[in-house]
């Protein structure tokens, strides 16, 4: 059981702390199957409030709690970096900075507002692929990524995580996906590569590299990218 990956992207007290080395050597499976347990925590939340206006911002909240706010952080700092990068500041000092600017802000409120107003219409199920391949999609960014001189956290993915882990990883997100919903599982996974690419970008060309911010962002990214054309669908 990968209950390092649960222990290191969660706040689930399962197992002891991990060496970091060995989330990223099986991120393959760790990663899908974090998915797997926030999707289903997300499903039971979104079935028990199906009839309610509260279950997008429900759903919202749970996934925030359950990763401990480490993804968005990841967002919102990616947000300020981009707006310095794109002011002729200092992308670096913006993402270390512990205050929230105002491309911070417009990240993680666009992210979390796109997601919560999908999820409305978005049947519980769905949330299951939406949710691994979310998680999957840190796997191609980190195996195509560098990480930039001054990354700790990013390096334990983008050290270990190579085109194998990528490919496993692909395979285990749809087996556990697939049962769910076919149709979401396709397009969560199309969501979640172009999540990677877009990460990818703004990684090399603003952050000079991969790093942990950037992993986490991707994740909120694809959660929103997934939401708009699953909310889409005729259920």
Known sequence: MPLGAIRFLTVLPLGPHPEPEEVGR?????????GLISGLIAGVVAWLLRSSPAVGPA?????????GAQHLDGLVDLGDAILAWM??????????????????LAAGALAL???????SSIPFYALVP?????????????????????????????????ADQVLLGGVVSILLSLPYSPEATLVCALCALASSWLSLLLAERVVGGVNGDVLGAA????????????SCLPW
Do not use: N, Q
């Open 130 to 162: 939406l949710e691994v391949w979310s998680r999957y999609a840190a796997l191609p960014l980190a195996a195509a990524g560098e990480p930039p001189r001054y990354s700790v956290s990013g390096r334990v993915f983008t050290e270990h995580v190579d």
């Open 59 to 67: 759903v919202v909240g749970a996934l925030v709690l359950l990763e």
């Open 26 to 34: 099986r991120a393959w499976l760790g990663l899908p199957t974090v």
């Open 219 to 230: 994740v909120w990214l694809a959660r929103a990218l997934s939401g708009i054309p699953l």
């Open 113 to 119: 507002i796109t997601l919560s107003a999908c999820l």
């Open 87 to 104: 002011a002729g500041g200092d992308p670096e000092r913006a993402m270390k900075d512990a205050r929230v600017g105002v491309g911070g």
